[in-house]
């Protein structure tokens, strides 16, 4: 009987060991499913982007129009936004029927945005980080880094993002916004100011 307990009893602490040694990996090792979740969000196409501008002179805004997306997308790993693109078509400046046609085809000239030469303007997706979005905003050829207050919610096959913050075109050196800048107080009172309020409630869907 003493010889059947000396073997069985090492046996049965091995297998203990063994078997504790297992839970352990498996308790410290997370899934990889869970570290390597990453799914692509596509933004619906022609959604709208508004823009609402005013003179140097105003206590209102003069001009609330919208351009339209060409295309876009959002990143997600581990239920975090990584990265994106966001593309806006000017030329659908000629969409829109509240605005006069004179100053449509100005904000196409070189003076503006030389639709031209850049047909498009661009907001690559950094990070999101604090109920903000932080990426660059490339207009006419020049990037700067801009990052607003942004609303996201996301569920498995859907992200909605809603935002309304005012940019500075000067950043982005336009040609007669600058002339404007540079004129006498009493003369750029007429012009048109360089501050511009945007705002979208855009959605994205999951990428089948």
């Known amino acids: 009987m003493k010889s059947l ?9 091995i297998l203990t060991l063994l078997n504790c040694n297992q839970e352990s990996k498996n308790q410290n090792t997370p899934s990889s499913i869970e570290q390597n979740d990453e799914f692509t969000y596509v933004l619906e196409t022609n959604q709208e982007i508004t823009w609402k501008a005013r003179h140097n002179e105003d206590t209102t805004d003069a001009y609330i129009s919208s351009v339209n997306l060409i295309n876009g997308t959002i990143n997600i790993k581990d239920d975090k936004i990584t990265s994106g693109e966001i593309k806006i ?10 605005l006069p046609k004179n100053l449509i085809k100005h904000l196409k000239s070189p003076g503006y945005f030389n639709v031209l030469n850049f047909p498009d303007i661009k907001y690559i997706i950094n990070s999101y980080s604090n109920d903000s979005l932080f990426g660059d905003l490339e207009i006419i050829g020049l ?23 005012i940019i500075d075109m000067l950043d982005f050196e336009l040609p007669d916004l600058v002339k404007t800048h540079l004129l006498p ?16 409630n855009l959605k994205a869907l999951k990428k089948s």
């Open 5 to 13: 307990i000396r073997i069985v009893l090492p046996i049965f602490l």
């Open 89 to 98: 078509d000017i030329n659908t400046l000629d969409n829109n029927t509240n």
């Open 143 to 165: 990037k700067k880094g801009i990052n607003f207050p942004c609303q996201i919610e996301t569920s498995r096959d859907l992200i909605s993002a809603n935002a309304e913050f």
């Open 185 to 200: 107080d009493n003369e750029k009172a007429h012009g048109p100011s360089n501050l511009v309020t945007i705002s979208f």
